[in-house]
């Protein structure tokens, strides 16, 4: 099936899941999502978990080896995980279970639109109340946490991971370049062009995974405007030729003329792109801790590994965001169905959260919670630590992932659009033009 075919496909499918799930929702009563403690006894049975996670990643690992411990001390119990990797397929099979009445007990997803109306539906234990009565609320990061919540401010997924993302960059390369890392945003295309002068790629992005591009879309208009744009973006309430997503469309486009990015960056895919600035061929990258393991240990090339740096999210004149806070996220959120919350499922969850933090953090990743030590590898160089270190020090506000945000329609357009902005195909004004009609027609469906 041609790739328009099926986007346009996965779009419908995604349509009608969402006007079968305003339909059926009131079908059958939802438990009370505030009822986290429910009476009766334990019976053990399989609970199921669908996922949207790599299926030998940390998370999965870690809650397998705690699924096997309830086990022993609860014969009859077991943890089914359906695993999904490919988000957007996910999405499209979690919509439609949704849409159906068939979540299982526990499933994965991000604070979206469709999410709060489950949420709003009662569908969805209310986790704030559920970690306050597990005496675990006060473990989580603030950051963690917030990056669960929905616009209004509640909480519905608990989080597994905490990650920071940063422009990791080789120092050499700047040095033979003349240049200092940007202070601003506005100073990355003067960087590139320096960069290219010297016959290096500026930036190494993986293009064909999309998201990644849509990550420095969000960077502008987080300065320039706070995390309450694409909250008002997202329902329709704020638009693109708004002057944040204005400038955000101008300078992604100066940053394409400027050759930031690599030739043929948008049919590049992430090991690619990673290997263009491990092997030393690009200057930076950017990525989360979660390549911690890749990027700040002796597996790192030796000809580059002294070399490489990072820097956070530089910042722009007159900002309305602190330089600590940039995207520093979550992952993708584990939700409670309350239909199907029961002592069993609770008394699993209290054994599993409990458990998580030291069993994960043990794995060298950043826990969500704060009184976890990650354990720094042998091989890990100071970066590493640092990057641990730096944890404790993110700000409050976040600045979220976009294609997290927005409906899949509005995102899968948005991604097309940037290719063609950032390649010069297409103005500042004309992507403008297209994401407004794409929103006002996504948002008053």
């Known amino acids: ?124 234990v209310d986790i704030d109340v559920l970690l306050e009565d597990l005496d675990l609320a006060d473990e989580y990061r603030e950051a963690a946490v917030n990056y669960q919540r929905f616009d209004d401010g509640s909480l519905y997924m608990v989080p597994f991971e905490f990650q920071l993302e940063f422009f990791w960059y080789n120092s050499a390369l700047f040095a033979d370049a003349g240049v200092d890392v940007p202070a601003t945003l506005d100073d990355f295309p003067e960087m590139c062009e320096a960069l290219r002068a010297e016959g290096v790629t500026p930036i190494a992005l993986d293009g064909q995974d999309q998201w990644p591009l849509e990550r420095y879309m969000a960077y502008y208009p987080f300065r320039m405007a706070g995390p309450e744009y694409i909250q008002e973006l997202k329902t329709g309430d704020a638009s693109f030729s708004d002057p944040a997503g204005q400038a955000a469309a101008e300078w992604l486009y100066d940053l394409g003329q400027a050759g930031c990015f690599q030739e043929g960056f948008s049919s590049t895919g992430y090991a690619d792109a990673q290997a263009l600035f491990t092997s030393g061929r690009a200057a930076v990258y950017n990525i989360g801790t979660w390549e911690l393991g890749n990027l700040a240990t002796e597996t790192l090339d030796p000809t580059v590994r002294d070399s490489i740096d990072y820097f956070t999210l530089p910042t722009i004149e007159n900002a309305v965001t602190a330089d600590n806070e940039y995207v520093t996220p979550s992952g993708i959120g584990m939700a409670v169905n309350s239909k199907t919350y029961d002592p069993l499922v609770r008394d699993f969850l209290a054994f599993a959260l409990e458990r998580y933090p030291a069993v994960y ?85």
């Open 1 to 124: 099936m041609p790739i328009n075919t099926r986007k346009a496909a996965f779009i419908t499918a995604i349509a009608a899941s969402a006007l079968l799930l305003s339909s059926c929702a009131g079908s059958s009563p939802s438990a009370d999502p505030t009822d986290v403690d429910p009476e009766g006894e334990i019976v053990t049975r399989e609970i199921s978990w669908l996922l949207s996670r790599p299926a030998d990643g940390g998370v999965i690992t870690a809650m397998e080896q705690i699924a096997d411990e309830y086990a022993q001390e609860n014969p009859g119990f077991a943890l089914n995980l359906i695993t999904t990797p490919d988000r957007p397929s996910y999405i499209q099979k979690y919509e439609t279970l949704a849409a159906a009445n068939k979540l299982p007990e526990l499933f994965d997803t991000d604070a979206t639109p469709f999410a709060q109306k489950l949420a709003g539906q009662g569908r969805m």
């Open 361 to 445: 953090s043990a794995t060298g990743a950043l826990s969500p919670t704060t009184g976890a030590k990650t354990t720094v590898p042998a091989d890990a160089t100071d970066l590493y630590t640092r990057a641990v270190e730096q944890a404790d020090e993110v700000g409050e506000a976040i600045a979220m992932p976009w294609d997290t945000q927005l409906d899949p329609a509005t995102n899968t357009r948005l991604q097309q659009e940037l290719t063609l902005l950032v390649q010069g195909d297409i103005t500042p004004d004309e992507f403008v033009e297209t994401m407004d009609a794409t929103l006002k027609e996504n948002t008053d469906d």
